[in-house]
């Protein structure tokens, strides 16, 4: 297409309605009917990104290729699309802020007062519109954080309002809102929507397209009742009910024309829907398995979005393997050697967490221990690898104190090291080992042969200490072979235990580049272990 088209998609009423979702949904839409799309987040907070942040405040901090640490839409943007995203696919109030301050100090402003209007938004225009422009798409969609009538997100949303002036035709907006149901009075209600609605209105802009949260499903006079009081074609009112899961959703959509009424909003000819056939297959075969492999989450966050990558690709590596991945959280703070046979009872796998800080850690180190002596499949990612390897060295390497640096500054059997380059870093945000490193795997292998014989491998990392070399051969002759490397720094990036089933390790991050058509090697070798070891 000769112009950019962008949708912007905002959500009232209520937050953890799945913007996320109908953002990525919108994109695997238009991309099945080959459009060149880019999906982005912009995030009302002020941090710079949400790599410090605590799990508990916003889920998963999901790492872009590029290094970026971001929003865990962005996730959900590469699993449903399959398309990379990178460093500007995430903007925050934050580097908003951040770009327009540093503008300011170099005099890029000429003695101008600098203000919300019109310089922040400003800025957020021009990071909208940087994608489009850079890399041409034919569409961007663009997810505003937050809800409308959030403080935080005002300026976002004057930015969409003159984006939109400006680009007439070229831009629209879908919004998102929930249709609570009133079981006392048996009845759904849109007064919500109204509310919702007329807020967004008052800001000067009007949605295109509503799309309605929903519980329960809604009555053609339902949505007629809406497009009515809206300002909005009953075709643009749709209704996106609660699906067995996130990955119907787009399908739903189409059914209902989502894409379509799109095209048409952005005059552009509608064509013949797409067949999403590969998808449909995903779906199939999801609703056809039955039986169930039961895998435990080590982790010390319990929280359902914390682990939101490591889920999702075991759920895509259930499906691809005809079964149902049934995940049990088993919070490592209350692992003890005493206990951990009776919580792990009936796994027919674990899979260690990544982490930081010391809290849970002794627990993870108590799974390993059981699951290596057991010879129960075991997949450590990142800090759930280096508590793999501090156990070997505890429990058969025989050094009792060793441990990482991390958890322990003064041990002398420090297997897991702060990495060379991290010994100087006092700035925490964004300084870690972090985006796609190449791996080297060792041919012949465990972790050669998951990967399909692949002897380079490029994946994401997220980590400031790293397995020491100075113990590598000791690992070695003791039977943890050392079978990932960097091929730059050497630094061990796999370790695995080839004697027992599946007992593998990595420094880096798989979990985040699983996808619904392309589910990741290492967790689909890892299921089918379990659903070996369920059958023994
Ligand atoms: N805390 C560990 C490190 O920084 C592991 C990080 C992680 O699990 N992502 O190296």
């Known amino acids: 297409m000769a112009e950019t088209k962008y949708i912007f998609v905002t959500g009232g009423v209520a937050s953890s309605l799945g913007k996320g979702i109908i953002s990525s949904s919108i994109g695997k839409l238009l991309q099945a009917r080959g459009y060149n799309i880019t999906i982005q987040k912009f995030d009302p907070y002020i941090n710079i990104d949400p790599g410090t942040l605590n799990p508990y405040e916003h889920g998963e901090c999901y790492v872009t290729v590029d290094g970026q640490e971001t929003d865990l839409d962005l996730g959900h943007y590469e699993r449903f699309t399959g398309i990379q995203t990178t460093r500007s696919n995430n903007i925050t109030t934050g580097r908003i802020y951040q770009n327009v301050i540093e503008k300011e100090r170099r005099g890029d402003y000429l003695g101008k007062t600098i203000q919300v209007v019109p310089h922040i938004t400003d800025e957020i225009k021009r990071n909208v519109k940087l994608l489009g422009e850079k890399y041409g798409f034919d569409f961007v969609i663009t997810e505003i954080g937050g809800t409308i009538g959030d403080i935080?997100?005002?300026?976002?949303?004057?930015?969409?309002?003159?984006?939109?002036?400006?680009?007439?035709?070229?831009?629209?907006?879908v919004h998102l809102t929930y249709v609570p149901y009133l079981a006392a009075a048996g009845e759904l209600k849109t007064k919500p929507t109204q509310m919702s609605v007329k807020q967004l209105q008052s800001q000067g802009i009007q949605p295109d397209i509503i799309v309605l949260r929903t519980e329960h499903h809604l009555s053609d006079d339902l949505r007629k009742k809406v497009a009515h009081f809206c300002n909005v074609d009953l075709e643009a009112v749709i209704q996106s009910e609660d699906m067995p899961s996130i990955y119907e959703v787009p399908v739903n959509m189409q059914q209902q024309g989502l894409d379509a009424t799109i095209l048409r909003k952005l005059d552009i000819p509608v064509?013949?829907?797409?067949?999403?056939?590969?998808?449909?297959?995903?779906?199939?075969?999801?609703?056809?398995?039955?039986?169930?492999?039961?895998?435990?989450?080590?982790?010390?966050?319990?929280?359902?979005?914390?682990?939101?990558?490591?889920?999702?690709?075991?759920?895509?590596?259930?499906?691809?393997?005809?079964?149902?991945?049934?995940?049990?959280?088993?919070?490592?703070?209350?692992?003890?050697?005493?206990?951990?046979?009776?919580?792990?009872?009936?796994?027919?796998?674990?899979?260690?967490?990544?982490?930081?800080?010391?809290?849970?850690?002794?627990?993870?180190?108590?799974?390993?221990?059981?699951?290596?002596?057991?010879?129960?499949?075991?997949?450590?990612?990142?800090?759930?690898?280096?508590?793999?390897?501090?156990?070997?060295?505890?429990?058969?390497?025989?050094?009792?104190?060793?441990?990482?640096?991390?958890?322990?500054?003064?041990?002398s059997h420090n297997v897991i090291d702060i990495m060379e380059e991290q010994k100087n870093i006092t700035?925490?945000?964004?300084?870690?080992?972090?985006?796609?490193?190449?791996?080297?795997?060792?041919?012949?292998?465990?972790?050669?042969?998951?990967?399909?014989?692949?002897?380079?491998?490029?994946?994401?990392?997220r980590h400031r200490y790293e397995f020491n070399s100075h113990f590598t051969e000791e690992y070695e002759n003791h039977g943890m072979k050392c079978v990932g490397t960097n091929p730059e720094s050497n630094l061990v990036e796999?370790?695995?235990?080839?004697?027992?089933?599946?007992?593998?390790?990595t420094q880096f991050h798989p979990e985040y580049s699983s996808t619904v058509l392309k589910p990741h090697p290492l967790f689909m070798s890892f299921i089918k272990a379990c659903i070996e070891n369920k059958g023994k």
């Not at 039955?290 to 999702?312: P, T």
């Not at 700035?427 to 795997?441: A, K, N, P």
């Not at 292998?445 to 994401?460: F, L």
């Not at 695995?496 to 593998?504: G, R, S, T, V």
């Open 427 to 461: 700035q925490m945000g964004g300084t870690m080992r972090l985006g796609s490193y190449e791996c080297q795997i060792r041919k012949g292998s465990r972790t050669y042969e998951a990967y399909g014989n692949q002897e380079v491998v490029h994946e994401r990392h």
């Open 494 to 505: 796999i370790v695995e235990i080839p004697n027992l089933k599946w007992y593998i390790g």
């Open 271 to 411: 064509g013949e829907t797409p067949q999403l056939g590969p998808w449909r297959n995903f779906l199939e075969r999801r609703s056809k398995a039955k039986e169930i492999v039961e895998v435990a989450l080590v982790g010390k966050y319990d929280l359902q979005d914390a682990y939101k990558s490591i889920r999702e690709s075991l759920a895509h590596a259930g499906v691809y393997n005809d079964y149902k991945v049934k995940l049990t959280f088993v919070n490592s703070e209350y692992l003890t050697r005493e206990n951990v046979a009776e919580k792990l009872a009936g796994f027919h796998g674990v899979v260690i967490c990544p982490g930081f800080g010391q809290r849970g850690t002794e627990g993870k180190i108590v799974a390993a221990e059981y699951t290596r002596t057991h010879d129960i499949p075991t997949f450590g990612i990142c800090l759930g690898m280096q508590m793999i390897v501090i156990e070997f060295a505890r429990n058969v390497l025989g050094y009792a104190d060793a441990n990482s640096r991390e958890m322990d500054a003064t041990t």
């Open 152 to 173: 935080e997100s005002a300026p976002f949303l004057e930015a969409i309002r003159q984006l939109r002036w400006e680009m007439g035709k070229n831009a629209i907006n």
